[in-house]
């Protein structure tokens, strides 16, 4: 073994290190404890290779020396983690006329001179970032020497020294390179995050017998289940056997010739090593191999590429199989991977015509005729046909189309957006905020500048994992989620500690919740009760009612339909908690914008047109969003909220005399101050007591209030003195703590996260340090007057994973999410409460 200070010979005992080394170094050395036929090879340390960045070279001579004579070399490069990259391998480093010339004898003319002028390319291009150009074609190694002299001014390098300094040199700066560094911070990578190199003695011998190269990996990359992936190449090397067309398939196959035919004894070999390393590095690993008259050398191995449906199986294989502990299966998963299983996504080969970008508000991907209204998205959807509702935003209006649709793209609006949070409670791909789109809603058309004009009926294609606009239809994968996945949700229920409710509006998303298995219902927005036609007409006639008796009429014809939800709602969820939200949102939210609404409804009121325009025009706000909404309306017009506590009242003892008992939870929005509470709670406990009364059955219901406003936060203390729960709304109280309108910041969030303004777009990671003040103070303030009050999160924040370990340590009771966030936060959570403890030593799940 030589180690010298500036690389260490990799043997079972070397002193070689992740932190030090890199992830490779540290591999290779594991499959020579393994006893795996590695060939020879020296790490060079992080330091070594600032070292030659700065242009200090180790000890050459020493290094070549270690290989010996007339050896070839390869040049690989071992960051500490792969995903944060590395220059590309460099093999057949030494060539040069005498190699070339004992080459040819041994594996003939035709390997010896392809493999000469393959490495003077290589060496030109990479190394000295000559242009490809003057290499192309079939050159032959002379005319690929003189391209080389007349371009460098000075003959190709003969000996083994000089090009593997040029390498290193050219390896080491490749890494400090601007490019390289932004990909890797990208992937978390510190920003003064080292690079190792490995040098490896290429197996190059006599090519009787099997000689070759191949890669192969024993699991599949797509699903993770067992299957043999993998070419070989005979007379190859490094990875060439994935590209060439002359390759051959690993196992028998009747497709072709593989190598099981010619050496059966090899493939076995492959597999015994596939199987230890998946034992003992506890990691399904791609291993590189190379044959030399039928003697297996493995060059490396590193972990077998994954798409996320890949990634869950192998994981729960492994902790099946007893390999690793659940704990570490569910540790080594990234929540938000879970997202690439939950909906359909673009494949990975598919082609990509980006037209342009926006925010990716909800993900998945759907491919669709454009539609420019909900209506025009409807008659789509009944013929059966795709379509992608396009919008300059969307409003409560739009909430039939968006069901029609399979994506919705918005000009305008972030990720807190109506279109975001309702796509997202859909489980439909959207994005948002795609500003360079120019819409022409009278033409009806499409138009990104530079590109065609796309019609209404013309195919696009929402990524909304991305944020991504692509013209035409794209080939998708569709999600999975039985098997692995459902064991993945079983375990990480067994290990989280904090609980994940769903925010659900209807019975589909209430169904959704249940398959992925929530805690219950955190947030029903009760307003999208209303959104159905029939009932759109009532609540018209309600909003127009200019006196009490006609307003409670139409409240009367409301209040079935709203029992009807509330029965079907809590039966779906058999016994589990369902929080419902009195209604929030602003009135005329629930009025017609144009003309023709105005008419429509002046008909089916039988009013006047003017008088139905006057109407509309009085209830028009400024600022809707801190209007009328909220508990003001239930202060105002108090008969809204008396009809919904009614509707949730009867509907609890319908269900719990039909056997399934239930103890509803009421939550008023908007709130501001303690006597809104007061005088809804008051209003609530009445009607609670009349039902009671009048059906001669008791029953328990909890109210609450949703902390959305900064004031609401500030005075917790006085508002849990009649709240049984508080659940903070973070949309609303990160738009009031920011004075942020969260339907227009999309416009210009882009900037100001560029700029460094701010680190994240609060609307989509939590502002811990401001809004988690506010929550850390309410949630302190309420405890400290009622020790047992609820604490929840139920903005769209709640999916997150950081919000979820703040909510955790702030000694909340659960957040709710989304019903498609639901699997995210459920392994987030779990995740969070197992990291305090320790892996096993050596369980290294980035190897
Ligand atoms: C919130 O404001 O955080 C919230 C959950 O309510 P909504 O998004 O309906 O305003
Ligand atoms: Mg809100």
């Not at 040069?96 to 001179?113: F, R």
Request: hydrophobic share 45%; charged share 25%.
């Amino acid at each position: 073994m030589l180690t010298t200070p500036d690389f260490t010979e990799i043997t079972a005992n070397a002193d070689v290190r992740k932190t030090r080394h890199g992830n490779r170094a540290k591999c290779l050395q594991r499959l020579i404890r393994l006893d795996l036929p590695v060939p020879q090879t020296a790490a060079l340390s992080f330091d070594t290779v600032r070292a030659i960045a700065d242009g200090r070279m180790p000890d050459l001579e020493a290094l070549v020396g270690l290989f010996g004579e007339n050896t070839l070399l390869s040049v690989r490069s071992s960051s500490e983690t792969p995903d944060w990259g590395g220059p590309g391998t460099i093999l057949n480093i030494g060539m040069s006329d005498n190699v070339a010339e004992h080459l040819s004898e041994t594996h003939g003319p035709d390997v010896a001179n392809a493999a000469y002028t393959a490495f003077i390319r290589t060496y030109a291009v990479e190394v000295h970032r000559l242009d490809a150009d003057a290499f192309e074609g079939p050159i032959t190694p002379r005319l690929a020497k003189d391209a080389y002299e007349s371009e460098m001014d000075e003959p190709f390098p003969q000996d083994s020294a000089t090009q593997l300094a040029e390498v290193l040199r050219a390896m080491a700066r490749a890494w400090e390179g601007t490019t390289a560094r932004l990909l890797r911070q990208a992937q978390g990578a510190p920003a003064d995050a080292g690079l190792g190199l490995v040098v490896q003695k290429m197996a190059l011998g006599p090519a009787r017998g099997v000689s070759g190269a191949g890669v192969v990996q024993f699991v599949s990359s797509e699903t993770g289940e067992a299957q043999v992936t993998g070419r070989y190449l005979p007379r190859g090397q490094g990875r060439q056997a994935l590209t060439e067309g002359a390759a051959q398939y690993i196992e028998t196959d009747d497709r072709g010739p593989a190598l099981e035919d010619a050496a059966p004894e090899v493939v076995q070999a492959l597999r015994d090593a596939a199987a230890l390393m998946r034992t003992r590095l506890r990691e399904e690993m791609q291993t590189e191999f190379t044959l030399m008259d039928g003697e297996l050398f493995i060059l490396d191995a590193v972990r077998a590429p994954r798409s996320a449906r890949a990634e869950v199986a192998i994981a729960v294989a492994l902790a099946e199989d007893k390999v690793i502990p659940r704990e570490e299966a569910l540790t080594r998963i990234p929540p938000f991977t879970l997202n690439g299983l939950l909906h359909r996504q673009i494949s990975a080969d598919a082609e990509r015509d980006v037209l342009t970008s926006g925010v990716p508000a909800a993900p998945g991907a759907a491919s669709g005729r454009i539609a420019f209204t909900a209506a025009t998205a409807q008659a789509m959807a009944a013929q059966g046909e795709p379509c992608i509702l396009v919008r300059r935003e969307t409003s409560p209006e739009d909430i039939r189309g968006m069901h029609a649709a399979q994506a919705i793209l918005t000009e305008r609006g972030g990720a807190t957006s109506h279109a975001a949070v309702i796509a997202r409670g859909l489980g439909l791909p959207c994005v948002a905020g795609a500003t360079r789109l120019q819409l022409d809603m009278r033409k009806k058309t499409l138009t990104v500048p530079g590109r065609k004009v796309f019609h209404e009926g013309d195919v696009i294609t929402i990524d909304g994992t991305l944020g991504e606009v692509l013209a035409g239809r794209t080939e998708m994968v569709e999600p999975a989620l039985g098997g692995a996945f459902a064991t993945l949700m079983d375990w990480s229920d067994e290990a989280r500690d904090i609980g994940i409710r769903a925010n659900a509006d209807t019975p589909e998303d209430a169904a959704m919740a249940q398959r992925f298995g929530v805690d219950g219902i955190g947030l029903c927005r009760t307003e999208h009760m209303f959104f159905d036609a029939n009932r759109m007409t009532v609540m018209r006639e309600m909003i127009f009612a200019e006196n009490a008796p006609d307003r409670q009429a139409a409240l009367d014809r409301l209040l079935p339909m709203q029992r009807a939800d509330f029965i079907e709602l809590f039966k779906l969820m058999k016994g589990q908690t369902v929080t419902i939200r009195l209604f929030d949102p602003p009135l005329h939210e629930f009025l017609p914008t144009d003309r023709e609404g105005i008419r429509a409804l002046a008909d089916a009121l039988d009013l006047p047109v003017s008088r139905v325009a006057s109407r509309v025009e009085s209830l028009q706000e400024y600022n809707p969003m801190l209007g009328l909404r909220g508990v003001r309306l239930g202060v105002t017009i108090p008969e809204i909220y008396e009809m919904q506590a009614r509707a949730i009242f009867e509907a609890t003892i319908k269900v719990t005399k039909k056997g399934a008992p239930i103890e509803p939870e009421i939550m008023i929005p908007l709130v501001s101050a303690k006597k809104e509470v007061e005088l809804v709670k008051a209003r609530v406990d009445a009607i609670a007591a009349e039902v009671a009364a009048k059906s001669g059955q008791d029953f328990t219901y909890r109210l609450g209030v949703m902390v959305e406003t900064p004031r609401a936060a500030l005075r917790a203390g006085e508002i849990a003195e009649s709240s049984a729960f508080l659940s903070f709304g973070t949309n609303d109280l990160t738009q009031m703590t920011y004075g942020l309108s969260r339907d227009d910041a999309g416009r210009f969030m882009s900037a100001y996260v560029q700029q460094g303004v701010f680190a994240e777009d609060p609307f989509r990671e939590m502002d811990i340090d401001g809004v988690g003040e506010l929550l850390l103070l309410g949630a302190e303030r309420g405890r400290a007057v009622r020790p047992d009050l609820t604490l929840a999160l139920c903005g769209e924040h709640g999916g997150h994973p950081d919000a979820i370990a703040f909510c955790r340590k702030a000694g909340f009771n659960y957040v709710s999410v989304s019903p498609f966030r639901v699997p995210v936060a459920k392994l987030a959570a779990a995740q969070i409460s197992i990291k305090d403890k320790a892996l096993p030593e050596d369980a290294d799940p980035s190897l």
